[in-house]
């Protein structure tokens, strides 16, 4: 979960330009409520988790604060939907 510090045009198209280009973002949702955006990131370890956080997600200026969650076990997932 991602909140940014400025909410302007400019600097809500210009992070959205920035996740676009990480190729460990799968998803990024703009959110309305307590955060701004919401990402999807694949990685293998918490090691690479903390070194994309590090190098790379931390490189973007206007991020003011960053939530973390991690999935433990997936119980489900499916792709379809019921009508």
């Known amino acids: 979960m991602v909140s940014l510090r400025y909410h302007n045009e400019g600097f ?3 992070f959205e330009s920035q996740i676009k280009a990480l190729k460990e973002v799968q998803e990024c949702y703009h959110m309305a ?3 701004d955006f919401f990402l999807k990131i ?20 206007n991020i003011g604060v960053l939530e973390s969650y ?4 997936e119980i489900h997932s499916t792709t379809e939907f019921y009508i």
């Open 33 to 35: 409520g307590k955060v």
């Open 70 to 73: 991690f999935v433990l076990k």
């Open 12 to 14: 809500i198209e210009k």
């Open 42 to 61: 694949n990685l293998e370890s918490l090691t690479d988790y903390h070194e994309f956080v590090r190098l790379k997600l931390s490189k973007i200026e």
